[in-house]
């Protein structure tokens, strides 16, 4: 079975920065799309950021110019660099990668990392 471990979420003040991280770990097969989700209080859960395995991405409006997507490859892994942070984006952040079973789009969906951003 496939897992993701997520890392540095945390407390931060208005303007700081952190830099998210999820490693994959398992039999993963053709890895089509890594991405973050988000879920604030009383929000449903709404994407933040997508990378295709080619390279191409997706911002939300709401971080766009603040956030940046990227992944490694070789480790199975993806980030997500957070700066200029606000209030808003407090969530509790999900990393989710989609891999192609039998033609089948298949997502998995990591433990979620709470970030707070707050004076």
């Not at 920065?17 to 053709?30: D, N």
């Not at 999900?94 to 433990?111: E, H, M, N, S």
């Amino acid at each position: 079975q496939v897992q993701l471990v997520e890392s540095g979420g945390g407390l931060v003040q208005p303007g700081g920065s952190l830099r998210l991280s999820c490693a994959a770990s398992g039999s993963i097969f053709s890895i089509t799309a890594m991405g973050w989700y988000r879920q604030g209080p009383g929000k449903q859960r709404e994407l933040v950021a997508a990378i295709t395995s080619g390279g191409s991405t997706n911002y939300a409006d709401s971080v766009k110019g603040r956030f940046t997507i990227s992944r490694d490859n070789a480790k199975d892994s993806v980030y997500l660099q957070m700066n200029s942070l606000k209030p808003e984006d407090t969530a509790v952040y999900y990393c989710r990668i989609r891999v192609v079973v039998a033609t089948t789009p298949v997502d998995y969906w990591g433990q979620g990392t709470q970030v707070t951003v707050s004076s």
